[in-house]
T-cell receptor, first 115, second 109 residues
Framework: GAGVSQTPSNKVTEKGKYVELRCDPI?????LYWYRQSLGQGPEFLIY????????DSGLPNDRFFAVRPEGSVSTLKIQRTERGDSAVYLC?????????????FGPGTRLTVL | DAKTTQPPSMDCAEGRAANLPCNHS???????VYWYRQIHSQGPQYIIH???NNETNEMASLIITEDRKSSTLILPHATLRDTAVYYC??????????FGAGTILRVKS
C-alpha cells in the first residue's frame, strides 16, 4: 500500500515568510509524528498527534511553529516568520497507534530552505 | 528514554556480515531497543526491534545481551545498498524517537 507522503518535497522561501508543510500518513494510522533534521544530525522530535489532538508538542522550538490534524488524518506543519535557522528537512512519520511496539513509518521529508 | 552510544563509523566488505554495536547501559526494563537506518536523502527506515530476546526478520538480526546493556545489529550479507546511517534507540513508549548521531556504515566492494 501507499506509504507516508509529504508535500512539497522542496520549499524555498525568504526570511520572514509563512510556510505550510503537508503530511499524508498511511491510511488508518492514528498516530502521526513530526521531526526536523538539520544537516549532519539525527532527526529531532517536534510534535506527535494521537488522532486529532496533539499528545506531545514538547519538541516545537517556539511559538512560530504550529501543527494541526483536524480530521485525524492529514497534518500540516505551519511555520510563521521563517528564519534562516529553520532550514532543515522536516520529516513526518505515522504508526497504527502509539504503543511501544508500533513501528513508525517515515515519509521522504520536505527540504525547507530559508534564504 | 535511555541514552545509547554507537561508534561513529564502520566499514564492511560487500557480501560479509556487518555487525553494528550499541551500548545502552542505563536501559530500563520497559524500554525496547529499536534500530532504524537512513539512506542518503531518504526518511529513516525501520529495521528491527526487541525487548529481551534475540530477534530476526528479513532484513537483519538483533542480538541483545542478557543484562540488556548492549545489543548488536547484524546484517548477514551486506550489499552496497546497505550503506547508510544506522540509529540505535531505546524507547519505552511509542511516541518520540530520540535519535543520536548513529553509525555511518560504509559497505565497500
Amino acid at each position: 500500500g501507499a506509504g507516508v507522503s509529504q508535500t512539497p518535497s522542496n520549499k524555498v522561501t525568504e526570511k520572514g515568510k509563512y510556510v505550510e508543510l503537508r503530511c499524508d500518513p498511511i491510511s488508518g494510522h492514528t498516530a502521526l509524528y513530526w521531526y526536523r533534521q538539520s544537516l549532519g544530525q539525527g532527526p529531532e522530535f517536534l510534535i506527535y498527534f494521537q488522532g486529532t489532538g496533539a499528545a506531545d508538542d514538547s519538541g516545537l522550538p517556539n511559538d512560530r511553529f504550529f501543527a494541526v490534524r483536524p480530521e485525524g488524518s492529514v497534518s500540516t506543519l505551519k511555520i510563521q516568520r521563517t528564519e534562516r535557522g529553520d532550514s532543515a528537512v522536516y520529516l513526518c512519520a505515522s504508526s497504527p497507534r502509539s504503543a511501544s511496539t508500533d513501528t513508525q513509518y517515515f515519509g521522504p521529508g520536505t527540504r525547507l530552505t530559508v534564504l | 528514554d535511555a541514552k545509547t552510544t554507537q561508534p561513529p563509523s564502520m566499514d564492511c566488505a560487500e557480501g560479509r556480515a556487518a555487525n553494528l554495536p550499541c551500548n545502552h547501559s542505563t536501559i530500563s526494563g520497559n524500554e525496547y531497543v529499536y534500530w532504524y537506518r537512513q539512506i542518503h536523502s531518504q526518511g529513516p527506515q525501520y529495521i528491527i526491534h526487541g525487548l529481551k530476546n534475540n530477534e530476526t526478520n528479513e532484513m537483519a538480526s538483533l542480538i541483545i545481551t542478557e543484562d540488556r546493556k548492549s545489543s548488536t545489529l547484524i546484517l548477514p550479507h551486506a550489499t552496497l545498498r546497505d550503506t547508510a546511517v544506522y540509529y540505535c534507540i531505546a524507547l519505552e513508549y511509542g511516541n518520540k524517537l530520540v535519535f543520536g548521531a548513529g553509525t555511518i556504515l560504509r559497505v565497500k566492494s
